[in-house]
């Protein structure tokens, strides 16, 4: 099946320091997700991306949706340390979802 | 708005038993209802997609004598693991659809098989 390869594995960073995490595929998508998930809970929706070259923006985060469409990322400006947990690009074509290993996020304060 | 709970959120069972785990949604009707299995320090994996008043479809490699998946409303669906055995140990989470564009995921149940 389609195969997401997510970068980084994980990341430790300094408080107020910026992240940016990326998917890319193999196939093309429609959809891009990303979730974050922290420990002991399911995954909680953060952007969604529609259309490709779409930039959205949600607070902090920022996400974009490749041209190609068969790549995104993630943005997350002036971390703090509730950011830590675990953060999956997903992909959907027709409720069929896929998810990306997942980056783990380590912020020091 | 789009809230799914699952209950238990967390299941200790001994090996041979079966463990049933609900999975609802709270304020919208999901006509599809995902069940993932999540690993430690992995990936979700879907299972099954069920669809309410059909049989589930199953992932490869998922044994579906083994989970046994009922989707009996829109509002609710339940994963039954049967003969529950120590490699059956994860973090199961469901999620509800009620459009082919997103999914909303209950907070998870962690078994436990002893």
């Known amino acids: 099946g389609q195969q997401l390869n997510q970068s980084p594995q994980s990341m430790f960073i300094q408080e107020g320091e910026d992240v940016s995490m990326n998917c890319t595929s193999s196939s093309i998508f429609n959809t891009w997700l990303w979730y974050k998930q922290d420990p002991g809970e399911g995954p909680v929706l953060l952007i969604a991306l529609y259309k490709a070259g779409e930039l959205t923006s949600n607070g902090r985060l920022t996400a974009q949706f490749g041209i190609t469409r068969k790549d995104s990322f993630l943005n997350i400006s002036a971390s703090i340390p509730s950011d830590v947990g675990i953060y999956f690009c997903?992909?959907?074509?027709?409720?069929?979802?896929?998810f990306g290993a997942g980056t783990r996020l380590t912020v020091k304060p | 708005g789009a809230v799914v709970s699952q209950h238990p959120s967390r299941v200790i069972c001994k090996s041979g038993t079966s463990v049933k785990i609900e999975c609802r949604s709270l304020?919208?009707?999901?006509?599809?209802m995902f069940w993932y299995r999540q690993f430690p320090k992995q990936s979700l994996m879907l299972m099954a997609t069920?669809?309410?008043?059909?049989?589930?479809?199953?992932e490869q490699g998922v044994e579906k004598d083994k989970f046994l998946i009922n989707h009996a409303s829109l509002t609710l669906s339940t994963l039954t693991v049967t003969s529950a055995h120590p490699e059956d140990s994860s973090f199961y989470i469901c999620?509800?659809?009620?459009?082919?564009?997103?999914?909303?995921f209950g907070p998870g149940t962690r078994l436990t098989v002893t």
């Open positions: 997903a992909v959907n074509n027709n409720n069929d979802m896929r």
């Open positions: 304020d919208f009707q999901a006509t599809t």
């Open positions: 069920s669809n309410e008043g059909s049989k589930a479809t199953y």
């Open positions: 999620s509800g659809s009620d459009s082919p564009y997103e999914q909303y």
